[in-house]
């Protein structure tokens, strides 16, 4: 097979608005209608476009169904990319044996499938915005000049050009074995998986002098990063009477680790994400460590006397009752060379498992899900203090000597939150994530209604979730790899239940 594709996307808005409308009559809610000083009245608009075209080519080939083939390979381009980097190569192919049809093999009741396969492949990645690559002007950055100290309408350096951008690609290679049992009753996959992303996209902060802003960050092609490990899946398909029944689950390690940053050299060099808003980053990607990693200072204690406080290193504003940091230099003093690694907020182990059963008209199905090993940076325990308990964690905060060797005193602010192990927390879980009770109503009561099928159900969603994460819920996203699994107050997820009758005429 071969062929071509072409892509082309566009969009565009228009805005306006005003202030203080005449009167709550909704007939007189128009642009016109409102007050017309200077800066009350604002209008916006913006567009982009963005095109793709692909060169596309596969060819599948298989002998006596013993050994299979698959070699494909694509051409890929995006306006996105300057004329220098437009095209990206991503060619991949796919090998597979069939052992049980070799003359070799033992003809076997039990063993129903055995499959070796392998495969290697590049995919590419473009979703960054369209204009990443140009430098933009920020408008509607207004000052006061002039010896009347009047407000002027002006604009400045939005941000940075990159015209240097390419395509992020994803080089993966998989080593599986499939296996059948008493007719496929039991089957078992085993992966073993590598994946390299090179020159990731993200946008990254840039320091104040460049004239950016404290949140406008730059795309750029930061670094190569390695995802491996094993995963495993089994499933049980069997009936014992009129009770049918299927058991499967699936589970996989994960091993992360940052191979090199693309835009830096040298051992020392590292990149700070992870914004709390309110300048405080809690994230460092380094080579060797996870992408996105939490960084900042070890917790050892809290202050109990002024003696203790006097004989230890510490911050010069650390008072009796706040939190103690772990001097990890050993030098007597504490100061950013003593914050160190304090958690991952990738997982080292996913898994999920299911169950059906069904006994004559009845049916009952039940989806979990879970990880572990990852730590969540609670975020919004960082930027609104605890003063009046608003979270059951810091309800026994030290209150004199002894009180407490965990939680600090009760302060608005200062250097009990600084970034620490204070606020990580484990972020494994286990949530029933979907469960179905059904019942198809008997032929003769359909014939008789005139209908070709009737189903009653009752079903759940995020029924439950087992955790010791103190948030809303410990599933936390992150807008880039570099500040994943940090908590500012994320909405918890929903669980939603629903009773119903599936009718088909």
Known sequence: MAGFTLQKTTSEFLSGSVQNLIGTDPSLWYLNKGETLTGTQRVGNGGSISTIASYLFRTNYSYQDKYLITISARIDGSSKFGKSNLYGTYPSFALGWNLLNESFMPTSRLVSNVKLRASWGIVGN???????????VANGQNAVFGLNEQIQPGATLGSTANPNLRWESTTQTDVGLELGFWDDKLTAELDYYSRVTDDILVGLTTPGHVGNGAFVRVVTNAASVLNRGVELTLAWNDQIGQVKYKIGGVASTVHNEVLNLGASSGSDSFISSGSLGNSQLVTRTEVGQPIGSFYGNRVIGVFQNQTELDANPKLSEQAVGDLRYADSKRDGVINADDRTYIGSPIPSFIYGFNTEFSYK???????????????IYNGKMAVRPDLYNFEARVKDY???????????????????????????EDGSYLRLRNIRIGYNFPASLIKKLSLTN???????????????YSGFTPEIGGSDGFSSGIDLGIYPITSVYSIGVNVTF
């Open 398 to 424: 030290w209150r004199g000597e002894g009180t407490s060797n965990t939680e600090p005193r009760p302060t608005a602010g200062g250097v009990n939150y600084e970034p620490s192990n204070y606020f990580i």
């Open 361 to 375: 008209s009845f049916d009952l199905s039940l989806d979990f899900q879970g990880q572990s090993g990852n730590k």
């Open 454 to 468: 009737a189903r009653a159900y009752l079903s759940g969603t995020n029924v439950f979730t087992l955790t010791k």
């Open 126 to 136: 473009e979703k960054i915005n369209g204009d990443s690559r140009f430098s933009l």
